[in-house]
């Protein structure tokens, strides 16, 4: 079994419309259409068995829309992560009630909702969030899309992890992309998750070798940021890797999601 912990879709009627914006403002190019049948096909192709599908809500009215689009597409092989904006933050009965319908974590986009991730309004959140078990896929680094200002560096993280040791952390980007230097310093060996998307073929291999055997392997995600990158090369660039063993790369590619979204492992990974 094979595991995409971070990719992206849009309602049918958007998608088309949203790729080409993202494309332009980011100067990145889109493997997929945007669609949820879109991403089915690259499973397909790239022998991926389940991705993982997270959602931005740049604007609070757009919270209980995109949940409920995100709950709607849940199926085999699709799984999503729940939704919240810092300016309209859910109680905790709210919380309670999205994981008892099944979602086990959430996803922040700093950039796109114009908040410092070690702000102390955010504390309440996460605090929040980890009483009930679940986990906060973070965006890290630069956004090519709104390069400044960075509002999730890898200190800044880093702060929040030494803050709320409790919370579940899952920093995507490895870290953050143009951040390597300073997430070497802040993240490398923490006892939080870091994901591979997107850079996982852009990261320097100096940093990405490093990154890839000294953080513990229980704490790396397979994650290919799909549409912005082929799931199908990236998931073969991580098995052929030479500095990793066959274990590490169970590991990285099934069994650490199938933990964190409370699957079984023993047959599957």
């Not at 908040?115 to 680094?141: K, N, Q, W």
């Amino acid at each position: 079994m094979k595991i995409d912990f971070h990719t992206h879709i849009y309602p049918d009627r958007v998608a088309a419309k949203t790729v080409a914006a993202v494309r332009q403002r980011a100067g990145v190019e889109a493997y997929t259409d945007g669609t949820l049948e879109g991403l089915k096909r690259s499973m397909a192709a790239a022998g991926i068995d389940l991705s993982v599908v997270a959602a931005v809500a740049t604007r609070p009215e757009q919270v209980s829309s995109i949940q409920k689009w995100m709950t709607s597409i849940r199926q085999p092989g699709i799984e999503t992560l729940a939704t919240l904006h810092p300016a309209a933050p859910q109680n905790s009965d709210q919380i309670e009630m999205l994981k008892r319908a099944g979602f086990r974590g959430f996803k922040l986009h700093p950039d796109y909702q114009d908040f410092f991730v070690d702000e102390s309004r955010m504390y309440p959140i996460y605090e929040t969030v980890a009483a009930e078990g679940m986990f906060i896929l973070f965006h890290a680094g630069v956004d090519r899309g709104l390069p400044h200002p960075v509002h999730a560096t890898p200190k800044r993280l880093a702060a929040v992890h030494e803050d709320i040791p409790e919370l579940c952390m899952i920093v995507a980007h490895l870290g953050g992309e143009e951040a390597y230097e300073e997430a070497a310093e802040h993240l490398l060996g923490r006892d939080l998750y870091m994901d591979t998307s997107f850079v996982l073929r852009k990261m320097p291999r100096k940093f990405l070798e490093r990154f890839l055997k000294e953080h513990p392997s229980d704490r790396l995600l397979f994650a290919s940021d799909s549409p912005w990158t082929d799931q199908g090369e990236e998931l073969q660039f991580l098995l052929q890797l030479p500095f990793l063993t066959e274990s590490d790369k169970g590991k990285i590619s099934c069994s650490n999601a199938a933990r964190l979204l409370g699957l079984e492992t023993s047959s599957s990974c």
